[in-house]
C-alpha cells in the first residue's frame, strides 16, 4: 500500500513554461486535493475533487489546471509558471469526511520558477 | 472571514511539558485537527476533535472547545524528535479544510 504517491519531489521552471505534478492514491479515497505552502502561510487549498469526472477550484486556483478521470489519479497542471507560483505542494487524499477523519499527504513538490 | 490563529514559534526543554494553543473562527465545524510536519517533509496526522474535551494518545492530547473556539495540543516528556512545527486546522461546514500557518516548536536540551 503506497498511499499517495507525488512526483517530481524538485523541479526548477523558467518563466513561461509549462508542466504537470502528478498525484496518484491507492486507498480507493473519493476526495483528493492540492496545496500550496508558502513561508508563514498556512496550507492553501489549490483545488479539490470529490470524485472521477468531478473539480472544483480552492481558494488560489489561478494559473493552475485539474482533471480527475480516475478515483486514483488527480495531476496539477501549471500552464505559464510564473515567479509567484515558487511554493511546495502537496497532494492529499481523504475518505468521504463525514465516514473518515484521516487526511494522507504525498511527499511534496517542491518548484521553483526562475 | 474564516481564520485560524496559532503562535509562530515557540521554545521549550527536553523532557518537559509544552501547550500549542489554537483559536479559529469559521463558517461552521466539522472537526479539529493537528498536523505534525518535520521540515522538509509533508504533514502526518495527530489528533482530531469533534466533540469538546481532551483527546489523550500517548505523549500527546489534544483538547477543543467549541463554545470558545479553542482548542490546544499538549505535548509531554518533550524529545528531540518533537522539533517541527505544529499545523491546525478546521474543518468547515463544507468539510473544507481551513488551516492554520503552523507553530514551530524548537527544542533545546
Known amino acids: 500500500n503506497a498511499g499517495v504517491t507525488q512526483t517530481p519531489k524538485f523541479q526548477v521552471l523558467k518563466t513561461g513554461q509549462s508542466m504537470t505534478l502528478q498525484c496518484a492514491q491507492d486507498?480507493?479515497?473519493?476526495?483528493m486535493s492540492w496545496y500550496r505552502q508558502d513561508p508563514g502561510m498556512g496550507l492553501r487549498l489549490i483545488h479539490y475533487s470529490v470524485g472521477a469526472g468531478i473539480t472544483d477550484q480552492g481558494e488560489v486556483p489561478n494559473g493552475y489546471n485539474v482533471s480527475r478521470s480516475t478515483t486514483e489519479d488527480f495531476p496539477l497542471r501549471l500552464l505559464s509558471a510564473a515567479p509567484s507560483q515558487t511554493s511546495v505542494y502537496f497532494c492529499a487524499s481523504r475518505t468521504e469526511p463525514a465516514s473518515g477523519n484521516t487526511i494522507y499527504f504525498g511527499e511534496g513538490s517542491w518548484l521553483t520558477v526562475v | 472571514g474564516q481564520n485560524i490563529d496559532q503562535p509562530t514559534e515557540m521554545t521549550a526543554t527536553e523532557g518537559a511539558i509544552v501547550q500549542i494553543n489554537c483559536t479559529y473562527q469559521?463558517?461552521?465545524?466539522?472537526?479539529l485537527f493537528w498536523y505534525q510536519q518535520h521540515a522538509g517533509e509533508a504533514p502526518t496526522f495527530l489528533s482530531y476533535?469533534?466533540l469538546d474535551g481532551l483527546e489523550e494518545k500517548g505523549r500527546f492530547s489534544s483538547f477543543l472547545s467549541r463554545s470558545k473556539g479553542y482548542s490546544y495540543l499538549l505535548l509531554k516528556e518533550l524529545q528531540m524528535k518533537d522539533s517541527a512545527s505544529y499545523l491546525c486546522?478546521?474543518?468547515?461546514?463544507?468539510?473544507?479544510?481551513?488551516w492554520g500557518a503552523g507553530t514551530k516548536l524548537i527544542i533545546k536540551p
Open positions: 469559521t463558517s461552521g465545524f466539522n472537526g
Open positions: 486507498m480507493n479515497h473519493e476526495y
Open positions: 486546522a478546521v474543518s468547515d461546514s463544507n468539510y473544507q479544510l481551513i
Open positions: 476533535n469533534v
